[in-house]
């Protein structure tokens, strides 16, 4: 499975950005996909995620109800869609995966990786 991140850049804090992670390799629709973010200096820390089994979705406290995670079984595609973004949200963000049916939070799970992509949020 190699996993493709996109879509990050410079936004102004209020703005919306969408990233996706395209997926080859073996069957995305029994993916489970989750979304890390980590900012400089700390962790790698689950942003959320989405089950392969019945698109169950999970996300941290400090992005509910501003970022939603879709995914694409046909275009291969998982969508993180950023609402409402603050400076907190600046950081690298990482697209995982792992064939097992939950969304798991911490990164030792999930073996396969996307590069990241840069989501800069200014103030």
């Known amino acids: 499975v190699q996993l493709q991140a996109s879509g990050g850049g410079l936004v102004q804090a209020g703005g919306s950005l969408r990233l996706s992670c395209a997926a080859s390799?073996?069957?995305?629709?029994?993916?489970?996909m989750t979304w890390f973010r980590q900012a400089p200096g700390k962790e790698r820390d689950f942003v959320g995620g989405?089950?392969?089994?019945?698109?169950?979705?999970y996300y941290t406290d400090s992005v509910k109800g501003r970022f939603t995670i879709s995914r694409d079984n046909f275009e291969n595609t998982v969508y993180l869609q950023m609402n409402n973004l603050n400076a907190e949200d600046t950081a690298v963000y990482y697209c995982?995966?792992?064939?097992?049916?939950?969304?798991?939070?911490?990164?030792?799970?999930?073996?396969?990786w996307g590069q990241g992509t840069q989501v800069t949020v200014s103030s």
């Open positions: 995982a995966a792992h064939f097992g049916i939950a969304v798991v939070t911490t990164t030792p799970e999930y073996p396969y």
């Open positions: 390799g073996r069957s995305f629709s029994r993916l489970t």
């Open positions: 989405i089950s392969w089994s019945r698109g169950t979705t």
